[in-house]
Structures are given as C-alpha cells and as structure tokens.
C-alpha cells in the first residue's frame, strides 16, 4: 500500500487536532485502497482502472466525459489526493455532486494543464466559473510530476490548496447546501491520461 508522506500526515494530524479542541470527533478514511474500485461507481465509458497500486483515469474510445463516483454521499469533510498529470491532463475532483449518465450536477475543483485554473471552483450546468485562483498562483501546479490538492468542505464554504497553497477560498449559499459524492471526471475529447493516489478523507462523527 502506497504510504502518505510526512506533510501530508502533518496535516491530516492538524485537522484531527482541531475537531478534538472543537469538541468533534474525526474519523479518517482511504477512498482508495490500492487493490480495486471497491467503493466507488463508473459512470461512461471512459477508463478507470488500478495499475502499480494506482488509480489510472484515461480517455476511452468515445472521448467524452467519465466519472468516477464514490457511493457514499459526503457533507463535510478535508479530503486528500496526489495526482499526476500525463497526457492532457484535463481533470477535475467533484464534490457534493449527483451524476446521471455523464451529466454531473455539482461543483468542480479543477485538476487542468499549467494555466487553466487548478484548484479553482466550477459549477457544471449551471453558473460557470464561480472562482479563480490568481494568476500567479497558476505556476504552483508541477506537470509531469505528483502534486497533492487538498479540498476543505465545511458548510458553505469550500477551500482548496495545491503543494500547500492556499488556491481558493469560498463561500456560497448553493454549495452549502448541497448533497452528494466525492467524483473524479476526465474532460472530454480525448487524449487524457491522470494518475492518483493517497486519496484520504477526514470526516467529522
């Protein structure tokens, strides 16, 4: 099983902490256990499958958009990943969302290529873009290497880092009350090719 590194344990320690001082108890999950897609449901007809302890997104022969969904619904939570970008790249971690064939309802943290807005905030079919990270803050994403995107959903309010940066930070009436999955999509139009691990869930009791 592959193993987190020190500074994402230093965090997930954080985050317990702060639920023990608040009076919450935390529990911490893998969504991921290395061996399968236990736990989760495909939707399209895009590939996901597990290589090397991996989780592997890739585009399919129909090129359009696939989703990977956990079956579990999630309200509040700090949730974890690595991912690593081949390919095109284009990528996305859906939170509070509900999908029906490959129409996803919900918001969008992105996962994109260097200048398309990793770690900013979409809402598919509905109001676009709600929130982008500054332009300089573009240059934190590291292509062709493993990055760690850390996404914080308590109430209305979603927050995102990448590589430690704080990337976004907002606050909105429709994502506080929203219900649904934890999803991973692959963009469509082919050519696209992501790689994930560690992805580590902490959800309050």
């Known amino acids: 099983m592959v193993q987190l590194n ?99 309802s919900g918001w969008q943290v992105e996962v994109a290529p260097k200048g398309k807005h990793t770690g900013g905030v979409y809402e598919s079919y509905g109001r676009g873009w709600l929130v982008k990270p500054e332009a300089e803050k573009e240059m934190v994403l590291q292509e062709g290497r493993w990055n760690t995107l850390k996404i914080r959903m308590m109430g209305d309010q979603l927050t995102s880092w990448l590589n430690g940066v704080q990337m976004v930070s907002i606050s909105d009436e429709a994502i506080g009350k929203g219900e649904g999955s934890i999803a991973l999509q692959i963009h469509d139009g082919g050519g696209i090719k992501v790689k994930w691990r560690n992805i580590k869930l902490i959800v309050p009791e």
Not at 44 to 67: F, I
């Open 6 to 104: 020190t500074a994402v344990m230093k965090k997930i320690h954080i985050l317990l902490a702060l639920f023990l001082v608040t009076g919450l108890t935390a529990q911490e999950k893998d969504l991921f256990n290395g061996k399968n897609l236990d736990g989760w449901t495909i939707y399209g007809t895009e590939k996901w499958y597990v290589e090397d302890g991996l989780l592997v997104s890739e585009s399919g022969p129909d090129a359009q958009y696939g989703y990977l969904a956990t079956n579990d619904h999630y309200k509040d939570f700090e949730l974890s990943l690595e991912f690593l970008q081949e390919a095109d790249g284009n990528s996305g971690v859906f939170v509070r969302s509900t999908i029906e064939g490959t129409k996803v």
